[in-house]
């Protein structure tokens, strides 16, 4: 018993995750940016985003989820294939590999660039942690300074956290690729 309460505290905390019947989180549009963020949309939730200004999607939940819930494949059927880019992560709070979530950002930050009536939704899960680092890392590409990506993504989205080793990730993989 004594060992148990040694690591109480220690372990993650269980987050709340929405299940299948659970209207998901409202979008929060960026400022002027056009990027939305949410938390994952339903299925049913899909169909409307295109009325909300969403024109593509970046989706930031790992392939054995969106396998699982079908939201992935919902959304290429909606918006098409080339205007949804996946970025699989866990969201563990380590380091993100910039391979699994860098063409994501790109893809967002080009699309926004060259379509000037755009807008991009970027999600997770619950639209906290993976979503608004992907968000920070746009607006890094987008011109934004460290601490202006940051303050608008955590004053659009309130609920966003912005997870110091996901920000050191893409941090790290802006200063390599501009070498």
Do not use: K
């Amino acid at each position: 018993m004594d060992v148990l309460r040694s690591w109480r505290g220690r372990w993650p905390r269980p987050r709340w995750v929405p299940g299948p019947g659970v209207a998901s989180p409202a979008l929060n549009w960026i400022g002027d940016e056009r990027i939305a963020i949410s938390g994952v949309p339903s299925a049913r939730r899909v169909a409307g985003l295109a009325e909300q200004g969403v024109t593509h999607v970046v989706n930031c939940r790992p392939r054995a989820q969106v396998r699982w819930s079908g939201d992935l494949a919902a959304e290429r059927a909606a918006f098409g294939l080339g205007r949804v880019a996946h970025a699989p992560m866990q969201d563990h709070g380590l380091r993100q590999r910039s391979a699994v979530w860098a063409a994501a950002a790109c893809f967002a930050a080009r699309v926004l660039e060259d379509q000037p009536q755009a807008g991009v939704l970027i999600h997770c899960t619950a639209g906290r942690r993976r979503s608004a680092m992907l968000a920070y890392a746009v607006l890094r590409l987008r011109g934004h300074d460290r601490t202006r990506a940051a303050a608008l993504v955590l004053t659009y989205r309130t609920e966003a956290q912005l997870v110091p080793a996901y920000v050191r990730s893409v941090e790290r993989w802006l200063a390599t690729a501009a070498r």
